[in-house]
């Protein structure tokens, strides 16, 4: 079993930023890789951005890409996320996944891990 708690939500502005913090207990050794998702008020889970445990591949949803950035310090086994630049459409409770297989996969599916979420609010 893998245990995942994130941490850092809140209320911003548009343009702000925020970082995001998932630490992982448990059966931590088994974690191929980590994952960010999140959830809009009324829509679907979406994938974020995702991890390798070593760091080597990373992969961004297209709505992100060039203002978030995953990273992660496996001796704290932990992961984050550096939220730039945050839009309203930003807005829902984010997600930190843990994954067990041996390939980075981007769909939901993929984890078998997850944390209870943190809520997210972009608004002016």
């Known amino acids: 079993q893998v245990l995942l708690v994130e941490s850092g939500g809140g209320l911003v502005q548009p343009g702000d930023s925020l970082t995001l913090s998932c630490a992982a207990s448990?059966?931590?050794?088994?974690?191929?890789?980590m994952g960010w998702f999140r959830q809009a008020p009324g829509g679907e889970r979406e994938f974020v951005a995702t991890?390798?445990?070593?760091?080597?591949?990373?992969y961004y949803g297209n709505s992100v890409k060039g203002r978030f950035t995953i990273s992660r310090d496996n001796p704290k086994n932990a992961v984050y996320l550096q939220m730039n630049n945050l839009k309203p459409e930003d807005t829902g409770v984010y997600y930190c996944?843990?994954?067990?297989?041996?390939?980075?996969?981007?769909?939901?599916?993929?984890?078998?891990?997850w944390g209870q979420g943190t809520q997210v609010t972009v608004s002016s």
């Open positions: 448990g059966r931590t050794n088994s974690i191929y890789a």
């Open positions: 991890i390798k445990s070593n760091g080597a591949v990373t």
């Open positions: 996944a843990a994954a067990a297989v041996t390939y980075v996969g981007t769909r939901e599916s993929t984890y078998k891990y």
